[in-house]
């Protein structure tokens, strides 16, 4: 996440039409199986979301989601109680753009009511997500949304900027990470508008 890169205007527009286009729905959902995980399919943004990144994608436990927090245990407690059954990870990577990392999830609970449960915990979690210097900052136009920015220090030569998200949609808790110089809400926004428009309505 602490990289430094470059940007090519002509790139972000590629990224934003793909995006506004839809994309390939053919990879909008990934058998958990093949990630190692369990349970029916997962909505995540497809592979090809952005071109020339490098792309990872994990299957995601609660012990995964519980290292997150700087007090694991007590995170592993609120996904057990908010009946956390899966999640997805995928990861896009590139070098000398702006925008240097995206990292999105879904995570799937019994109910929209866990779903709501583990939204809470971020809400109050913010240093968990983004570190000490994590703010509250405007999250996108989707339903209980909340978001966090994390601006480098000065004397970090290293560090960039992140802008975190999340939110919920039926049982599906949807969080996005945007890292390098230009992120932000207004590079952030379509992609969490991506992401939540490929949850079903049935959940």
């Known amino acids: 996440m602490q990289r430094r890169h470059g940007w090519a205007v002509v790139t972000l527009a590629l990224i934003l039409g793909c995006i506004s286009a839809g994309c390939s729905k053919d990879s909008a959902t990934v058998p958990p199986a093949s990630i190692g995980s369990t349970g029916s399919d997962l909505p995540i943004l497809p592979s090809d979301a952005l071109p020339g990144y490098v792309v ?4 995601l ?6 290292a997150d927090a700087l007090d694991p245990a007590s995170l592993d407690v609120v996904l057990t109680g908010a009946g956390f059954e899966t999640g997805i990870e995928r990861r896009f990577t590139a070098r000398w753009k702006p925008v240097t990392e995206v990292v999105t999830r879904a995570l799937r ?3 929209a009511a866990g779903a709501t449960a583990y939204l809470t915990w971020l809400r109050a979690h913010g240093a968990d997500v983004l570190g000490s210097q994590a703010q509250a900052s405007d999250p996108p136009s989707l339903t209980d949304a909340i978001a966090f920015t994390h601006a480098p220090c000065t004397s ?9 998200a999340a939110w919920t949609h039926g049982r599906y808790a ?4 945007v890292g390098g110089p230009r992120a932000g809400r207004s590079t952030a926004t379509p992609l969490a508008e991506e992401l939540d428009a490929r949850v079903s309505d049935g959940g």
């Open 174 to 177: 949807l969080t996005l990470l």
């Open 109 to 111: 609970f019994a109910t």
């Open 156 to 164: 970090c030569a290293k560090d960039t900027i992140q802008y975190f």
């Open 56 to 59: 990872h994608a994990s299957g």
């Open 61 to 66: 436990d609660a012990a995964t989601l519980a």
